[in-house]
Nanobody, 127 residues
Framework: QLQLVESGGALVQPGGSLRLSCAAS????????IGWFRQVPGKEREGVSC????????YYRNSVTGRFTISRDNAKNTVYLQMNQLTPEDTGVYYC????????????????????WGQGTQVTVSS
């Protein structure tokens, strides 16, 4: 059974940092594209960053470029999202998802629907 479990969400002050983790079980990440998405009440889920575990390519939405870094540890079957210089606009529930062999653009821009999701982790940026 494919399962993704997110962790690392917290309350942090503006300018602070967090590292989110997405641990996979029931499958190996080798040929999957993993994406981080966030959602706030009343808005649609949006792609934040995606990484292709087959090519190593990454994608970032404009608002997080230069502040967030997505990475993978294949030995731990885990994908991370390092978030620096956080702002209140980064607040939301962060979900990780997985798609088999998708391009990072297709996943993050939701051209291809993601059907495997974790339960989400709350990130709140507030003073």
């Amino acid at each position: 059974q494919l399962q993704l479990v997110e962790s690392g969400g917290a309350l942090v002050q503006p300018g602070g940092s967090l590292r989110l983790s997405c641990a996979a079980s029931g499958f190996t990440l080798d040929y999957y594209t993993i994406g981080w998405f966030r959602q706030v009440p009343g808005k649609e889920r949006e792609g934040v960053s995606c990484i292709s575990n087959s090519t190593g390519r990454t994608y970032y939405r404009n608002s997080v470029t230069g502040r967030f870094t997505i990475s993978r540890d294949n030995a731990k079957n885990t994908v991370y999202l390092q978030m620096n210089q956080l702002t209140p606009e980064d607040t939301g529930v962060y979900y990780c998802g997985a798609i088999w062999l998708a391009t990072v653009e297709a996943m993050c821009l939701q051209i291809i629907p993601t059907r495997t999701w974790g339960q989400g982790t709350q990130v709140t940026v507030s003073s």
